[in-house]
């Protein structure tokens, strides 16, 4: 009976009224919720498996009493999202995530928002206990004693209506990070790593906030300047159609397609590769 009333009791206290906010009212009621808070919990649901851009469909937001989840689809050309800016960007304000590069590659790219504030519980975790990184539902077991449902984890976040289970598991995704905050900051307080996390937040967060070749460039290890331009072409190509990289064409035949625009003798090589006439006549113009 204990144990059942100390689980009743946990719940009571975590309980937090959920709004959805999908209305020009109900946006002007979450800034005016949000103004004066000092830290917020966030997370985003989008879906990135056809575009080059991700596409943001849910922005959840907890407060310290109240948890937002914003149909960004609803706002994609909206100037309220300019106030939402502001408020993230606040650097009085503090944003908590969970694994904060993801999250913040989709609010730059999505919103061009790039919070400052940071704190991540995941690098946090990562300095008071070591280890492997944990994911979200192993912090929240570790620190609260919840078990969360992940098993909307794939679901369709571009479909409406949400689901309750869609609703519910939004929602779990921030109800707890502030909470997990709070405790870990008193854990590292004691071994004087909170503003190490904090900076270690930082810089993954402005990793995330930039523009979404550099890091793919980086990665791809150019050495040379016609290397270089057929990546950026490839990428200018994928951001004019919104699709990815590799529907232009796939890395495997980056080799090939560089010795043919090298050559400029191959262009069948080209046309066969890439399925596209006028994308292929488009590529040999700009290396000849």
């Known amino acids: 009976m204990i144990g059942i009333l100390k689980k009743l009791k946990f719940y009571l ?5 959920i709004y959805l906010i999908d209305s020009e009212e109900d946006f002007n009621f979450l800034i005016l919720s949000l103004k004066n808070e000092e830290i917020l919990g966030i997370d ?11 596409i943001l469909s849910l922005l959840q937001i907890a407060a310290k009493e109240k948890i937002f989840l914003i149909d960004c689809l609803r706002f994609r050309n909206s100037k309220k999202l300019k106030n939402l800016k502001n408020i993230l960007e606040d650097q009085n304000r503090l944003i908590v995530f969970h694994s904060s590069r993801s999250d ?10 790039k919070v400052k504030n940071v704190y991540d519980i995941q690098i946090a975790e990562k300095v008071v206990r070591g280890g492997d990184i944990k ?3 192993s912090i929240v077991k570790t620190y609260l004693n ?9 679901s369709n976040w571009l479909k409406r ?5 869609q609703i519910n598991y939004a929602a779990n995704d921030v109800r707890f990070l502030i ?3 709070n405790k870990q900051k008193k854990m590292l307080k004691k ?4 503003y190490t996390v904090k900076d270690l937040t930082k810089k993954e967060v402005s990793l995330g906030s930039q523009k979404l070749y550099i890091p793919r460039l980086k990665k791809f290890k150019s050495r040379n300047k016609i290397e270089k331009d057929l990546f950026m072409w490839r990428e200018n190509m994928a951001m004019e159609r919104n699709v990815p990289p590799s529907y232009i064409f796939k890395d495997k035949h980056f080799k090939k397609i560089l010795k043919a625009c090298d050559e400029n003798t191959q262009k069948d090589t080209i046309y066969d590769i890439l399925e596209n006439k006028k994308l292929a006549n488009n590529l040999i113009e700009s290396f000849e």
């Open 13 to 17: 206290i975590n309980k937090k009224p």
């Open 44 to 54: 985003t649901e989008f879906d990135w498996r056809t575009t080059y851009f991700p």
């Open 104 to 113: 913040s590659t989709v609010l730059y790219t999505s919103l061009n928002i």
């Open 135 to 137: 994911n979200y539902a």
């Open 146 to 154: 919840i078990s969360l449902d992940k098993s909307e984890t794939n």
């Open 161 to 165: 209506p949400f689901t309750k289970s």
């Open 179 to 181: 909470r997990i905050h």
């Open 191 to 194: 071994k004087n790593a909170y």
